[in-house]
């Protein structure tokens, strides 16, 4: 994790990540900024989530419960489809998580941007959801 207000997942060197970054919160809403990055790709787009539903972080989670592999994608989407995030099971115990980032006008697509990260399915999954969790959390609960 980088500042308390920012979270980088992948980004080891000639690799692509996905950066979260505290934008603002109330009682309901937290809304984040994701940046997806990668060789020639830097974009942005803000996703609100609710401080209190687990998402993303209950997701991966999820992925790391079941470490030992599964069959096809799993999903997970922000309210808005702002954010998604489809993980599949690769060799050697890693999932691949493809981020993508989607900026929508009355239904339609405007513009998307992808990145792929490459995590291990156990330990570093498991730490994944929680760095996500205390982020969200961060970002409601400021020092």
Do not use: K, Q
Not at 88 to 99: C, D, L
């Amino acid at each position: 994790m980088g500042d308390s207000g920012e979270l980088i997942i992948g980004g080891r060197p000639g690799a692509a990540s996905l950066t979260l970054t505290h934008d603002n919160a109330d009682d309901y809403v937290t809304t984040i900024i994701a940046t997806a990055n990668d060789a020639g790709l830097n974009a942005s787009i803000r996703v609100a989530t609710s401080p209190g539903d687990g998402g993303l972080s209950a997701f991966l989670g999820e992925l790391a419960e079941n470490f030992r592999s599964w069959e096809g994608t799993r999903t997970w989407s922000s309210w808005g489809r702002e954010l998604t995030a489809s993980a599949a099971f690769r060799s050697r115990g890693h999932v691949a998580i493809t981020w993508s980032l989607t900026r929508r006008f009355a239904e339609e697509e405007e513009w998307r941007a992808e990145v792929t990260t490459v995590i291990e399915a156990g330990a570093e999954m498991s730490a994944l959801a929680s760095e996500v969790a205390a982020f969200i959390s961060a970002a409601t609960d400021p020092a």
